[in-house]
């Protein structure tokens, strides 16, 4: 089964994929779609705040990150880790549970690019946003930094995420039942 959408202005085919007996979601990779990213990135720009730095979370929304930054010539994004890594000067973190995620997770953002939110502007980005528990995380590393909440965006918004009135996104990305009808 699948989902057939428009995205940024090219149609795709989103399969359907089984969270739990009773819930399914349009499973959305921009990996490997170098037209798809480009293109999401140049409409999210086209909608974004004013900002200094964009962070993402690892891993699916790194391309629309370092897209967003090369369009804009930007030299620097910032990168929340799914774990720490040795050539981190420090780290901080915060746990989080996303629904496409089987357990908790945590994320840890270098010490280093915390040093360079302090006072900063910062565009949260992500590829989808359904809980808004990912987003959530990435508020707190960005807070705890001193960096400013500039906005929030991802491409699609899911479920819930599509009432949040401090969200920007393209699309809207409903939820399925178990025969791929969507959710009423």
Do not use: W
């Not at 798809?36 to 979370?57: M, Q, R």
């Not at 699309?171 to 178990?178: A, G, S, T």
């Amino acid at each position: 089964m699948f989902h057939t959408m428009n995205i940024a202005g090219l149609d795709r085919d989103l399969p359907i994929c089984k969270v739990t007996d009773d819930l399914y979601i349009a499973g959305f990779v921009i990996f490997g779609d170098q037209e798809l990213t480009v293109a999401c990135a140049k409409a999210l720009l086209e909608k974004a705040p004013e900002y200094d730095y964009i962070i993402t979370a690892e891993a699916k929304g790194i391309p629309l990150a370092h897209e967003m930054a090369r369009q804009t010539g930007a030299k620097k994004y910032f990168l929340a880790r799914k774990a720490p890594k040795l050539y981190m000067s420090g780290v901080f973190s915060v746990s989080v549970k996303s629904i496409t995620t089987a357990k908790e997770q945590t994320l840890y953002l270098d010490t280093a690019d915390a040093a360079l939110m302090k006072g900063k502007k910062i565009l949260l980005v992500d590829d989808v946003i359904s809980t808004g528990e990912s987003l959530h995380a990435l508020e707190a590393l960005v807070e705890k930094a001193g960096g400013i909440i500039a906005g929030r965006m991802a491409i699609l918004a899911e479920g819930e995420a599509q009432e949040r009135p401090d969200l920007i996104y393209l699309e809207k990305l409903p939820l399925f039942n178990p025969d791929g009808t969507v959710k009423g």
